[in-house]
């Protein structure tokens, strides 16, 4: 079993950075594949990027460039560093374990999600 903790979110203008944490419990966590996805208001959850190996990571096209995606496996926690944030990243953001890639049906575990708000 694995308990996923979000955390980091909040309100911030375009342009602006964030940080969101998941600290991960329960399990084993270098090794582990995670990832994080978005769900904005209407719309489907969608992935943004993700560990597909130990260190490999990929990203939605949508992120790359501005969305860095780590682990600290001491502090079993993962990261997603957001940097020129738009209006459209606006969304609720979700940890989830247990899964590779882009579709979230493949994950077991899901945090509780942290919002994040960007406002131009």
């Known amino acids: 079993q694995v308990q996923l903790v979000e955390s980091g979110g909040g309100l911030v203008q375009a342009g602006d950075s964030l940080r969101l944490s998941c600290a991960a419990s329960g399990r084993t966590f270098s090794s582990y594949p995670m990832g994080w996805f978005r769900q904005a208001p209407g719309k489907e959850r969608e992935f943004v990027a993700g560990?597909?190996?130990?260190?490999?990571?990929n990203y939605a096209d949508s992120v790359k460039g501005r969305f860095t995606i780590s682990k600290d496996n001491a502090k079993k926690t993962m990261y997603l560093q957001m940097n020129s944030l738009k209006r459209e990243d606006t969304a609720v953001y979700y940890c989830a374990a247990g899964g590779v890639g882009p579709n979230a049906k493949v994950y077991d575990y899901w945090g509780q999600g942290t919002q994040v708000t960007v406002s131009s």
């Open positions: 560990f597909s190996w130990i260190t490999t990571t």
